[in-house]
């Protein structure tokens, strides 16, 4: 219930709940809505009324996230788990998270990528508008380099297995 949700938090002394930028966000949402709906005389505008809740989020706030210390990642990708081994190398999930570790794309880019976007022969990972996303800026599509350590550990090995049993169309 909201009254044990508040009490943890009060005996934790943590804060809980959206911070400032998720909750501007869906204010903006909001407000969007209201524009709309208003745009059609379907109620009245109050989308600057909506938008003048918006909290102010300073720039110090949104550089406060939670990064791992290089001795922390050193010690989660220093487990076996994360070594080449026979099984893992064929699990999609241990190829994305090696890809966000050494590409640096976005989470929804890695998600996305097909297997034609992945050039064997060049050895370079293409973002760009496919059936899974879009791209946000033009800027958004570019081409990677693919890693050496993903080379070394399979990535590509991996790619034309999967490429083999089920096409170039199909998701990474």
């Not at 290089?70 to 999609?92: C, H, N, Y």
Request: glycine residues 6%.
């Amino acid at each position: 219930s909201l009254d044990v949700v508040i009490q943890n938090s009060k005996q934790s002394g943590k804060p809980m709940g959206l911070n400032k930028q998720t909750i501007n966000r869906h204010i903006t949402q909001i407000g969007a809505i209201y524009a709309f709906g208003a745009s059609l005389k379907l109620c009245g505008d109050w989308s600057e009324l909506i938008k003048s809740r918006r909290s102010v989020v300073k720039k110090k706030d949104k550089l406060k996230k939670v990064r791992f210390e290089d001795a922390e990642a050193t010690l989660i990708f220093g487990q076996k788990e994360w070594s080449m081994r026979a099984v893992l190398p064929d699990a999609s999930l241990y190829w994305g998270v090696l890809l966000a570790a050494y590409t640096g794309a976005r989470q929804a880019e890695i998600a996305g990528l097909k297997l034609a976007d992945i050039d064997a022969d060049s050895e370079i990972i293409h973002i760009r508008r496919n059936a899974n996303r879009d791209v946000k800026t033009e800027a958004g599509e570019r081409s990677i380099p693919i890693h050496s350590e993903l080379l070394r550990l399979g990535f590509l090995r991996y790619v034309r297995a999967v490429q083999a049993r089920v096409g170039m169309d199909a998701d990474l």
